[in-house]
């Protein structure tokens, strides 16, 4: 069990790292973008006294293009969950699995620690990236997070494909090396934080599809 808390605290120390390589590349971005974007204003002006309304648009449509890059990157304000957040997709895209996230702010996180909060989201993703992989009917992950009841609490819901028969018969090797490698111990883990804090958690198998939704109370963040 030390050893699993260990890996957590490391794990979170590597994604407060990786959120401000994340900050310094998203400020390099936006730097880039802010100076195209007056190039192609000059550019805009110019076509408009043209009156070239197609190419007006698709400098825009461009524009809009590239922004929205540097957005997708921005999936919450929580620093370790969004670099979290982002690694795993990054990882999924890599082995071929499509993962989306449906994130709503305001998060009121100030009552759990980044530790649990790492190991618990890195725990569920990880299992579903695994199943979602190992799955013969692959779909896609879809996580989401917000507040409910007036703030007093968060709801974590994921949903992904799952294959009774793919995941009895599978071996130690199996898929690339980092998947499934403590996917027990993910889920002891992930069970383990949610009685700490109260919690809820249910989870079911139905139709290739697993199901699992966690509530957590809120104590402090609804009150301000």
Not at 101 to 120: A, T
Not at 156 to 182: C, F, L
């Amino acid at each position: 069990m030390e050893n699993a808390k260990s890996a957590s605290r490391d794990e979170c120390a590597r994604m407060r790292e990786k959120y401000y390589q994340d900050l310094d590349e998203l400020h390099e971005e936006y730097d880039t973008f802010l100076h195209d974007m007056k190039h192609t204003m000059r550019a805009i002006a110019a076509l408009a006294r043209e009156g070239e309304v197609e190419e007006i648009i698709s400098l825009i449509d461009k524009l809009d293009m590239s922004l929205g890059r540097i957005e997708e990157r921005i999936i919450c304000s929580h620093k370790v969950l969004n670099a979290l957040f982002n690694e795993r997709k990054a990882y999924a895209e890599e082995i071929g699995v499509t993962l989306e996230y449906d994130v709503s702010e305001p998060l009121y996180l100030q009552d759990f620690d980044d530790v649990d909060l790492c190991s618990l989201v890195g725990n569920i993703l990880d299992n579903a990236i695994e199943a979602e992989y190992r799955s013969t009917q692959r779909e896609r992950i879809l996580f989401c997070m917000k507040m409910a009841k007036e703030g007093r609490h968060i709801i974590i819901q994921m949903e992904n494909s799952y294959e009774e028969a793919v995941e009895n018969n599978r071996t130690k090797t199996d898929g690339p090396e980092r998947i499934g490698a403590k996917h027990g111990i993910g889920m002891r883990s992930v069970r383990k934080i949610v009685r700490k804090y109260g919690g809820m958690m249910e989870d079911r198998k139905s139709d290739g599809k697993f199901w699992i939704k966690i509530l957590l109370p809120v104590q402090s963040g609804w009150k301000s």
